[in-house]
């Protein structure tokens, strides 16, 4: 395959063992094992369909419900909210990897190939939802997930740098409508914080990073999305527990715990928590599953989509304004997730 054309990236591995028994003149109805997840009755395309509504929903519920816990019920605590997540989507991934039918024909990946291999995007990806976390406290969801959408842009040129891969000239124009959308809704956002933005945007270029990573890896190794979260988990639970520990102190344990709150505050703020732990398990398997079915650069302009509904999910929850300005920026958005999806395409060099 070509240097800069992109390849299914979870296949790879098996790819490369199909040509080998090629080689050797063995067919492979006898040494391959049945894909089991084409033996579903669902179409592929009806399956990208699912897991594509399946991340917008989570990802839009999971965004508003941490801000719902620092607005109305005053945990603001980013990091200790991080570190519950990853407690419950270990437990999640960890369930699923040792329970399902298959899981006695896994071969795990052995720890110091996961701290060489796995723990390098995995200290990106903590980087990128600490960052975004952080600016939860100082900005809106809707005005957040505006700046969340300049990430094709930089997925786009990571690979560029990274991976040497090269896209028709519709793929670079198509960023122009992406992320202008993105600074026309800003210019005349009410809430704005320089704070807020920056870590905002610090967020965006983690992820694009850990994209590229997470790719490269999947590319080497047949490792399944879901299996891949179970590996990342511990690492991003024991960076944000430290994390926490050290910037945090014990006071979310306490508030948690209710020290300093009635029994009813007590249960509403563990029961806000809870949702959104579970919020968070889900949209950690949507997002693999994205990256499994689609490119790093496609997958990210798809997730652009999510923006007006996580904009609109915002105001109907925190009340806060959206302008006209801010309007034409989602539609100017859509156009261009709409012109990458219909026009751009990585080429061969």
Request: a positive charge; charged letters at 10%.
């Amino acid at each position: 395959m070509a240097r800069g054309e992109l390849m299914p990236i979870v296949d790879a591995a098996s790819q490369g063992s199909a040509h080998l028994m090629l080689e050797k003149g063995l067919p492979l109805s006898r040494r391959l094992p049945p894909n089991k997840e084409d033996q579903i009755f669902m179409p592929a395309w009806l399956r990208t369909v699912v897991i594509v509504i399946f991340n917008f929903g989570t990802s839009i519920l999971l965004v508003n419900s941490v801000k719902y816990l620092y607005t109305f019920s005053g945990f603001e605590f980013p990091l200790f909210i991080a570190s519950m997540h990853m407690v419950f989507s270990w437990a999640l991934t960890a369930f699923i990897v040792h329970c399902s039918e298959d899981s006695g024909d896994k071969v795990l990946m052995p720890s110091d190939e996961r701290l060489r291999k796995v723990l390098p995007f995995t200290i990106l990806q903590a980087a990128s939802l600490a960052s975004a976390n952080v600016a939860l406290t100082h900005i809106y969801p809707s005005y957040h997930e505006m700046i969340q959408s300049t990430t094709p842009l930089f997925t786009l040129v990571s690979s560029m740098i990274f991976d040497g891969r090269r896209y028709n000239c519709w793929a670079y124009w198509a960023m122009l409508p992406v992320c202008g959308g993105a600074v026309i809704s800003s210019w005349s956002e009410a809430n704005f914080s320089l704070l807020g933005s920056a870590l905002s945007a610090l967020a965006v270029a983690f992820r694009a990073l850990k994209t590229i990573l997470q790719g490269r890896l999947l590319c080497e190794q047949k490792v399944d999305s879901i299996t891949l979260c179970y590996y990342m988990a511990p690492y991003n639970l024991a960076i944000f527990s430290i994390a926490s520990a050290a910037v945090e102190g014990i006071q979310p344990v306490r508030q948690l715990l209710g020290f300093d709150s009635t029994f009813v505050e007590q249960v509403y703020l563990a029961g806000s928590l809870l949702t959104s732990c579970i919020l968070a398990c889900a949209f950690n398997v949507a997002s693999y599953l994205i990256i499994k079915h689609m490119s790093p650069v496609g997958a990210t302009v798809i997730a652009n989509a999510k923006t007006p509904a996580t904009i609109l999910t915002s105001v109907f929850i925190f009340g806060n304004s959206v302008g006209a300005l801010q309007i034409l920026g989602f539609a100017v958005t859509i156009l261009g997730v709409w012109l990458h999806s219909q026009k751009g395409r990585p080429i061969k060099v």
